[in-house]
């Protein structure tokens, strides 16, 4: 059962907003690949607006995926979005 997630809203830069998406597609199997990943979703809220969806069963689910924080360091890093913001959600059962 899912118990933890983290969604993140990514504001896309004039112009880049097809490499957004690019970049997003990408990086669905790296994050099946996780053991901890139960679900992840990239969504396109807007034209410029995309938002991730990380699911895990349990705080060892997220806290083991070594790669949670390098996918938002790499992120960052593209230098294709204006803005970028995780925030970290309970289910309520």
């Given at each position: 059962m899912v118990k933890l997630a983290i969604r993140a809203t990514l504001v896309a830069k004039p112009g880049k907003e097809a490499a957004?998406?690019?970049?997003?597609?990408?990086?669905?199997?790296?994050?099946?690949?996780?053991?901890?990943?139960?679900?992840w979703f990239a969504l396109?809220?807007?034209?410029?607006t995309f938002g991730i969806f990380?699911?895990?069963a349990d705080e060892a689910g997220r806290d083991?995926?070594?790669s949670f924080s390098v996918r938002f360091r790499?992120?960052?890093?593209?230098?294709?979005?204006a803005g970028l913001r995780p925030i970290g959600l309970q289910?309520?059962?």
């Amino acid at each position: 059962m899912v118990k933890l997630a983290i969604r993140a809203t990514l504001v896309a830069k004039p112009g880049k907003e097809a490499a957004v998406e690019a970049f997003l597609k990408s990086a669905l199997p790296l994050a099946m690949r996780e053991a901890g990943t139960t679900l992840w979703f990239a969504l396109k809220i807007t034209p410029s607006t995309f938002g991730i969806f990380d699911a895990f069963a349990d705080e060892a689910g997220r806290d083991g995926v070594p790669s949670f924080s390098v996918r938002f360091r790499t992120i960052r890093g593209t230098r294709l979005h204006a803005g970028l913001r995780p925030i970290g959600l309970q289910m309520v059962n």
